[in-house]
Nanobody
Framework: VQLVESGGGLVQPGGSLTLSCALSGSALSLYVMYWYRQAPGKKREQVARVTRGDITTYEEFVEGRFTSSRDNAKNTVYLQMNSLKPEDTAIYFC?????????WGQGTQVTVSS
């Protein structure tokens, strides 16, 4: 199983970005998917969780600004990020979880700065 994130970049405060996470080597429908992020000097933290049934929960610090969804037909999960703040600057990772197995992507950098 491989995960490849894309869509990161530099954006001004208040702007938007959409990240994608493409899974290969298996069927996305089998996995509970997560988005995490890690800012410089900080621990990796969970951002969102998308169940196999496409129910999503968010951490408080992104609630109302970020939206995640999955497209099992495309084997891809998305993270739509709106109203971005400088403190959202981090490397964003997707994670695929199947019972006791977990897979990580390499991450994509998101920088929010004017």
């Amino acid at each position: 199983v491989q995960l490849v994130e894309s869509g990161g970049g530099l954006v001004q405060p208040g702007g938007s970005l959409t990240l994608s996470c493409a899974l290969s080597g298996s069927a996305l429908s089998l996995y509970v998917m997560y988005w995490y992020r890690q800012a410089p000097g900080k621990k990796r933290e969970q951002v969102a969780r998308v169940t196999r049934g496409d129910i999503t929960t968010y951490e408080e610090f992104v609630e109302g600004r970020f939206t995640s969804s999955r497209d099992n037909a495309k084997n891809t999960v998305y993270l739509q990020m709106n109203s971005l703040k400088p403190e959202d600057t981090a490397i964003y990772f997707c994670n695929a979880n199947y019972y006791c197995k977990a897979y990580w992507g390499q991450g994509t950098q998101v920088t929010v700065s004017s």
